[in-house]
């Protein structure tokens, strides 16, 4: 049987990054921004200067931040079509 030539493989660009890649970039951000807020309760535990406020501030208000932050889609350029329809830059041709 004769091989034929192979196929031309066309590549997907606008395909999303693999559901697993976001989970563990959200989980690194999320683990980063608690890391910073036990250093923010220790550091409030630790010093005693008006920055021990801001740092009971950060303590408080991080877990909101880390939270909104690990749950928002960060669309890249190969994250698909967009969700507004045409693109800008086809708008402008």
């Known amino acids: 049987m004769a091989r034929r030539d192979p196929e031309e493989v066309h590549s997907i660009t606008s395909a999303r990054e693999p559901f697993s890649a976001q989970v563990d970039h959200r989980e690194r951000n999320y683990l980063i921004s608690m890391a ?9 535990v630790a010093v ?6 801001v740092l009971l501030v950060g303590a408080v208000f991080l877990p909101y931040v880390a939270v909104v932050i690990g ?3 960060i669309r890249s350029s ?15 041709q």
Do not use: E, M, T
């Not at 910073?36 to 409030?44: D, L, P, Q, Y």
């Not at 005693?48 to 406020?53: L, P």
């Open 48 to 53: 005693d200067h008006w920055i021990r406020w």
């Open 78 to 92: 190969g994250d698909g079509p967009s969700p507004f329809g045409v693109d800008r830059k086809q708008l402008d």
């Open 36 to 44: 910073v807020r036990v250093a923010c309760f220790i550091g409030f």
């Open 71 to 73: 749950n928002s889609a």
